[in-house]
């Protein structure tokens, strides 16, 4: 089954910049959609960024013109580029996949990594 591990979130200062990434691990050859989700305390889990194996991307309206997701097949590798932050940035931030190809077949689901802490505060 596909592992997905985040890194890259901190602490920072609004105005501030950080990059998420999240690496897929296990004997993969693919993975379809990826993006980023976030969950603030007492709030649900939205997304925020996500992107097809194609490179099409989509974004939520709060974050337009501030964040950019990226993505490396090669590397089963998915970025988060945020910029310009916010205190309202400040969440836990959920790496997704929503299936993938193994040597052992392919797979459709929500695959979730464990979370990366963001946050934005001076």
């Known amino acids: 089954q596909v592992q997905l591990v985040e890194s890259g979130g901190g602490l920072v200062q609004p105005g501030g910049s950080l990059r998420l990434s999240c690496a897929a691990s296990?004997?993969?050859?693919?993975?379809?959609?990826m993006g980023w989700y976030r969950q603030a305390p007492g709030k649900q889990r939205e997304l925020v960024a996500a992107i097809t194996s194609g490179g099409s991307t989509n974004y939520a309206d709060s974050v337009k013109g501030r964040f950019t997701i990226s993505r490396d097949n090669a590397k089963n590798t998915v970025y988060l580029q945020m910029n310009s932050l916010k205190p309202e940035d400040t969440a836990v931030y959920y790496c997704?996949?929503?299936?993938?190809?193994?040597?052992?077949?392919?797979?459709?689901?929500?695959?979730w990594g464990q979370g990366t802490q963001v946050t934005v505060s001076s």
């Open positions: 296990g004997s993969i050859f693919s993975i379809n959609a």
């Open positions: 997704n996949a929503s299936g993938y190809c193994s040597g052992y077949g392919c797979y459709v689901g929500d695959y």
